[in-house]
């Protein structure tokens, strides 16, 4: 099974973090047919998805992204992982 690992560095603190996350991705529209499921525990995002399944974790100024592929996710890895890089760019970076 193929897996994404990133993280990426921000000087959002984590309710910044959740906040954007919830207006910003999860929100569109046309991801919406693609999540199955997806349920925050404190500072942990769970998401089940057509692409696989994997967790958003928040720290202070930092987001860990694991994604477990499925077979059609790993078919379009690339394209995940330029979607995530492009969203999380947005938000301003760590100095």
Not at 20 to 31: A, D, G, P
Not at 58 to 74: D, K, P, R, Y
């Amino acid at each position: 099974m193929s897996t994404i690992s990133k993280k990426f560095e921000t000087k959002a603190s984590k309710e910044e973090l959740k906040k954007y996350i919830n207006t910003k991705v999860l929100s569109r529209q046309e991801l919406a047919p693609l999540i199955n499921s997806k349920v925050w525990d404190g500072d942990v995002l769970t998401i089940d998805s057509k692409f696989g399944n994997g967790t958003v974790t928040l720290l202070e100024n930092e987001i860990e992204v694991t994604i477990h592929l499925s077979m059609f996710g790993a078919m379009a890895k690339s394209a995940i992982e330029s979607s995530l890089d492009k969203g999380f760019k947005e938000l301003p970076p760590k100095k």
